[in-house]
């Protein structure tokens, strides 16, 4: 199906003042629904992949440290650069309909997307710096590390695509402050919830 470039928006009800966006002949919900884009987010899982390559090279790091020099390669990209670097089919449209993200739902995944990029940047440095001293006692626990805070971080990301709310995320169940953070319940107040 052939979309046009640019989405246009279009009253959905004179009563109604959300917008609806039309893109070419089909509403902008149904094209992004058959572009593998959540059409209640107007995101699309495609960018976990930016994450998943960094996250699987440095978990290779510990056995094959070569590995090092790969992921020092690997540049932090926002939503939009990913796609424009993408071979995602429907590129465009996710591009698109990013610009159309309400300013909230925006500000919470760019936040989690700069936690992960400075998890990174940091772990990166640390490996660096351990290999370079030949602290290679400190390797495998760096990597285990930073793949399951990457982990974390990156399920947050995906509770943004899918819709959810990030607060209420398996991090804040299980009482586990993500970096920088306050854990938002303990097990007491998940038992307080059934008395």
């Not at 089909?26 to 390559?53: C, K, M, R, S």
């Not at 399951?148 to 959810?164: A, E, K, P, T, W």
Request: hydrophobic share 40%; aromatic share 8%; with cysteine.
């Amino acid at each position: 199906m052939q979309y046009q470039d640019r989405a246009t928006e279009a009253q959905a009800d004179e009563a109604d003042t959300e917008k609806a966006y039309v893109y070419g002949p089909v509403p902008f919900g149904l094209a992004l629904a058959g572009a593998n884009i959540n059409p209640q987010t107007g995101l699309a899982t495609d960018y976990l992949n930016h994450f998943n390559e960094i996250i699987m090279m440095v978990e290779l790091v510990p056995d094959m440290p070569e590995m090092l020099a790969d992921a020092k390669s690997w540049k932090p990209m926002s939503y939009t650069e990913h796609f424009e670097h993408s071979q995602f089919s429907e590129r465009e449209l996710a591009i698109e309909a990013y610009a159309h993200l309400p300013d909230a739902r925006r500000k919470s995944f760019e936040a989690a997307i700069g936690e992960a990029h400075a998890c990174v940047e940091a772990t990166i440095a640390q490996l660096g710096e351990s290999i370079a001293s030949d602290a290679s006692d400190n390797i495998k626990p760096l990597c285990a590390a930073f793949a399951r805070d990457m982990h974390r971080i990156v399920d947050r990301i995906s509770v943004v695509i899918h819709g959810g709310d990030p607060s209420l995320n398996q991090i804040g169940i299980e009482g586990e402050a993500p970096a920088g953070g306050q854990p938002t319940l303990d097990q007491s107040a998940i038992d307080d919830l059934f008395k």
